[in-house]
């Protein structure tokens, strides 16, 4: 009997295993030059499923050396138009065409090949996916009933975590280090694996990474280039929770039961995030709502009437498409990182759809603020309304997310309200952070309890003055508030006509911009230290620049300092927040420094602040 393998069956690893089962002995095996092509590419590109295939190849020769099989190649490799049009059937029909050259029969693991191989009248074996038998593989011997993970790497000793969400410990669960031959074995086991059994697959392959759902196991596979060492790592879930088995679960359960909401939950890396996601989901699909999920990869535990979708052609901006197609009534988000993930959460929730996202966050504020210029400031609280902070497997705190008009909290002057999105505690009802907007800057104020370590309100209106002005002159810069709608500004006389501008025009846009009086006044000798007080002098770093000269003063970040060419002042400027001062070469200042550095002089700061 002749018989011509179609690429999956080699690397499923099905061919070998039916003939180490006595079928098919004595046969002619033919392997199209097209397979050990794609093969190759495969395992050059260091995918797991191109290593697989030439381990099946390898058992194949092994085989005919023994004088089980006849083995031979057939046919031509493709060429650059056959790779071209590989997404287009060129390759699956080369395959084919050899089966038909030789008068054989054709065997293919792939469905839509073994139909149109039956079209072409070629007679054909094929093999679908059949559920694997009991056996444990290499990797599930590592795992106890308490094991959350197992980290496998290339000369470094098995190692698991171990215990509950509250209580995990990294321990080592080996003495002898792993090898790199030992864990492509383990890998090309896995692959096998995942082809044969019916409830799991091959979630994404990349050149060096390979992640797999084998199970309840998500599986990373890694290797060079990708990684600096062959690594293999195991996740499951040690125990599967409802929402009952969480801290204040009735308030959430009567909370996401009604409206559909926009609800961040949030928490550390670790911390149990998707495992209280997937209880969620669970407790949304008992309240009679449709209940989709949005991950990548797919690993979310949860009960089959739930769809769990993963990015469509790689994009959840299409997966999001065909959600809003199929409107459900809530769709688990798992997990946003990138900007593209927070804008096609806010794109659905704005849609009316419910929305529950996983993010990874230190505190709950944290998280909103990811939001903030990923979403107009205005939208947050239509886009979330809800956050519940997850640490340690416990529902740690619930934020309750409004938008109002007010004063804020520190400011005291009714003309100071402003659109501001406050963050409450939803156990004690207190307001712990506002968030709005002061110019052009995004403040996130605490109003209850960390008042001492962030600059209060007034302190952030002077710093913001302090930056808007330094920008346009040269000399020093001073900033006092006397209350929350007016500030005095002291600067050099030669600069009062930069500040205030032709008819106080400058001035007027400023202070409409800024949304406070200011008084321009001259630096006066309360302003400047008195004889004899120290001042720091710097030999600075000179460095020139296509259009600027810059003067490294490491040190005094922030202070004003005077510029001097032999001990002579030649202008007054304020050092930036890197130690930089700039000035443009085509200048008049920048002219004498370049003067001064031709002729050898020296260059000198001193601080006047």
């Known amino acids: ?67 089980q099989i006849e083995l031979e190649f057939a046919g031509k490799r493709p060429g650059p138009a056959q790779v071209e049009l590989a997404r287009t059937g060129e390759i699956d029909a080369m395959i084919r065409q050899v089966a038909l050259d030789c008068g054989a029969t054709f065997m293919t693991g792939d469905r839509v090949q073994s139909m149109i191989a039956d079209a072409r009248g070629l007679e054909v074996i094929f093999l679908p996916p059949g559920k694997t038998e009991a056996k444990a593989t290499a990797i599930e011997e590592f795992f106890t009933p308490d094991t959350m993970s197992v980290h496998l790497k290339d000369n ?64 990373a596979i890694a290797s060079p280039p990708f990684s600096d060492g062959m690594e293999i790592t195991a996740v499951r ?74 990015p469509l052609e790689g994009s959840m901006e299409k997966t999001a498409d065909l959600l ?5 009534d809530y769709t688990i988000y798992d997990e946003l990182r990138k900007t593209s993930d927070f804008q096609v959460f806010a ?78 505690d939803f156990e004690s009802d207190r307001t712990e952070f506002e968030i709005y907007t002061y110019g052009e800057q995004v403040v996130v104020m605490p109003t209850a309890g960390t008042q001492e370590a962030v600059p209060s309100a007034w302190g952030l209106a002077a710093e913001r003055i302090r930056d808007e002005f330094r920008r346009k002159v040269h000399g020093p810069v001073k900033v006092e508030l ?39 006044r001259p630096l006066d000798s309360s302003h400047v230290p008195v004889e004899g007080e120290l001042r720091k002098t710097i030999v600075p770093e000179i460095s020139m620049k296509k259009k600027h000269i810059i003067l490294k003063s490491s040190g005094v970040p922030g202070a004003d300092v005077e510029v001097m060419v032999e001990g002579d002042v030649i202008f007054t400027a304020t050092v930036g927040r890197k130690g930089d001062i700039r000035i443009v070469r085509d200048s008049d200042i920048g002219g004498r420094l370049q003067e001064a550095l031709r002729d050898d002089l020296e260059i000198s700061i001193r601080t006047i602040s």
């Open 347 to 424: 794109d659905m929730r704005l849609a009316g759809v419910g929305m529950v996202g996983v993010v990874h966050a230190n505190r709950p504020v944290d998280a909103i603020q990811r939001l903030i210029g990923r979403v107009d400031l205005g939208m947050i609280p239509q886009v979330v309304d809800t956050v519940i902070f997850i640490d340690k497997g416990e529902v740690a705190s619930v934020q309750d997310i409004k938008f109002t008009v007010k004063v804020p909290h520190g400011m005291t002057e009714s003309d100071l309200a402003r659109p501001v999105i406050t963050v409450t």
């Open 156 to 219: 470094v000793e098995p190692l698991a975590k171990k215990g509950s969400i509250k209580d995990i410990q990294l321990t080592r669960i080996g003495d002898t280090p792993c090898t790199e031959d030992e864990l492509r074995s383990m890998a090309r086991e896995l692959i096998e694996r995942t082809k044969r059994d019916p409830d799991s697959f091959v979630e994404m392959e990349y050149d060096g990474a390979t992640v797999l759902q084998l199970g309840n196991m998500r599986i």
């Open 482 to 520: 006397s209350g929350d709608d007016r500030a005095t500004l002291w600067v050099n006389d030669i600069d009062i006509p930069k500040v205030i501008g032709k008819g106080g025009r400058n001035i007027e846009m400023m202070e409409k911009r800024l949304g406070i009086h200011i008084d321009v």
């Open 1 to 67: 009997m002749k018989l011509v393998l179609d690429t999956s069956v080699i690397i499923g690893g099905r061919i070998t295993s039916l003939l180490d089962a006595g079928e098919y002995r004595d046969s002619t095996i033919i392997v199209p030059e097209a397979v050990v092509a794609e093969i190759e590419s495969q395992a050059n590109r260091h995918r797991e499923s191109g290593y697989n295939g030439l381990e099946e190849l390898g058992k194949l020769r092994e085989m005919a050396n023994l004088g």
């Open 237 to 310: 879930p040690v125990a599967l929770v409802s929402m009952d088995d969480y801290r204040m679960a009735g308030e959430l359960k009567q909370r996401l039961a009604g409206l559909q909401r926009g609800v961040l939950i949030a928490g550390p890396p670790g911390a149990g995030k998707s495992t209280f996601a997937a209880g969620v989901a669970e407790f949304l699909q008992s309240c009679s709502k449709i209940v989709k999920t949005m991950e990548s990869p797919r690993d979310l535990s949860v009960e089959d009437a739930i769809t769990q979708y993963s």
């Open 324 to 328: 809003l197609l199929v409107r459900p």
